[in-house]
């Protein structure tokens, strides 16, 4: 098992060399997730551990993505996606256009969810969907919008439960056992690499959804992201969060209306 020592150096070499800060992540996690590496790639020492991250760059990709790998489906948490579609949508319907950012969006069924309720309600037309991960690699994924063919039969019954009336199917090509994503929807998307722990605000939304990242962090980089996401949130836009997270304990809770038990709040003040 690897020290929490080992831990340090581990967490210091992707900083100092990579520029990747996890210092603030939650430590249990990082620990699990590191220790989970070391055992799985068979390495004989935590020297070699070390030396292979500081000297391969290859290998670095799969650290980051070990570090960084959510879990995603299209229309997770269905009920949330109802509450999208009748609470928020609507909403938006009057602006003249439309901006949108999935941070930490991992590798993209989230955002194509988002599209195909923007294009159901006929506004994808006037939206851009901002998608930002610090993991180039699920970056790549996500912008190829492909995804496994065995996994649509979930993903159908998902989009059906949050409100979807048409045929899944119609959304995407199915060949060689992977689907494709109908490029009107990719069309209307902006990927790239962006930081929670050291990155600015980048534009002003009117919609701002970061669901199962903020659990992965320590308390203060919950509240450092937080404060992040209010300066990129337009008056009355909104702010959407993963299940098992809130704005409850946070400096910016007193400027924000929770509407209902799905994890959205809207920006009142």
Not at 163 to 189: I, P, W
Request: glycine share 4%; proline share 3%; net charge neutral.
């Amino acid at each position: 098992m690897i020290e929490d020592t080992e831990i340090d150096l581990v967490l210091n070499d992707l900083f100092e060399l990579y520029g990747y800060d996890f210092t603030n992540y939650a430590r249990a996690s990082l620990k699990r997730r590191i220790s989970r590496l070391f055992i799985l790639d068979k390495f004989p020492s935590f020297a070699e551990f070390r030396y292979r991250i500081k000297s391969d760059s290859n290998y670095l990709k799969r650290v980051i993505e070990g570090l960084t790998v959510t879990v995603t489906e299209m229309f997770r948490d269905p009920l949330f996606y109802k509450a999208l579609r009748t609470e928020v949508v609507p909403a938006l319907a009057a602006k003249p256009f439309i901006r949108i950012w999935h941070a930490g969006c991992s590798t993209g069924e989230e955002v194509f969810s988002m599209a195909i309720v923007l294009k159901e309600a006929n506004l994808l037309h006037k939206t851009l969907l901002y998608a930002t991960d610090l993991n180039p690699e699920v970056l790549e994924k996500a912008r190829r919008g492909i995804f496994p063919l065995v996994q649509m039969k979930q993903y159908s019954e998902n989009y059906i439960e949050s409100g979807g009336k048409n045929d899944f199917s119609a959304y995407y090509t199915a060949q060689y056992g992977q689907v494709k994503f109908d490029e009107t929807l990719a069309e209307k998307m902006i990927f790239s690499t962006h930081n929670l722990v050291s990155d600015r605000s980048f534009n002003e939304f009117d919609l701002v959804l970061c669901r199962n990242v903020l659990i992965y962090f320590d308390k203060n980089l919950q509240e450092r992201t937080l404060n992040l996401f209010d300066e990129s949130i337009g008056t009355l836009g909104y702010l959407a969060l993963g299940s098992k997270e809130t704005l409850n304990f946070s400096t910016i809770k007193p400027k924000y209306k929770q509407l209902n038990k799905e994890k959205i709040w809207r920006k009142i003040s």
